[in-house]
């Protein structure tokens, strides 16, 4: 089986190509252009090539993300603590898991 990839700028999943030739980075040209961007802006700063660079509403909306997924772990221990149904604490985890998943595309 095949690991998903996923697009190297807007983190969406990338359609599985044929096997032949260069494994795709990018979703289109676009993130393919921004990313290129990116790079150029980072040379040009003097960063290291491996520098993450994020936009202070990135860095927000990056943070309001992270507090979603700690507020989902949280109300799985409470639900825990007080020892509430499987199927609660089973719809409760896949809230978790979708909030983590929405956490893995940066941008």
């Known amino acids: 089986m095949r ?3 996923y697009c190297g700028w807007c983190g969406a999943l990338l359609a599985s190509s044929g096997g032949i030739g260069r494994k795709r980075r990018y979703c289109g040209q676009a993130c393919r252009q921004r990313a290129y961007e990116r790079r150029m ?7 290291p090539e491996d520098a993450v660079v994020l936009s202070q509403d990135e860095i927000a909306a ?13 109300d ?4 825990a603590a007080d020892e509430v149904s499987p199927d ?4 409760l985890a896949t809230e978790l898991a979708r909030t983590a998943r ?4 940066l941008r």
């Not at 799985?76 to 639900?79: E, R, W």
């Not at 929405?102 to 595309?105: F, K, N, S, T």
Request: proline share 0%; with cysteine; charged share 30%.
């Open 3 to 5: 690991e998903a990839r």
């Open 41 to 47: 802006a980072v040379q040009r700063g003097g960063l």
């Open 62 to 74: 990056l943070q309001d993300r992270l507090f979603q997924l700690r507020c989902a772990a949280e």
């Open 76 to 79: 799985i221990a409470t639900a």
């Open 88 to 91: 609660e604490l089973r719809q």
């Open 102 to 105: 929405g956490l893995e595309q």
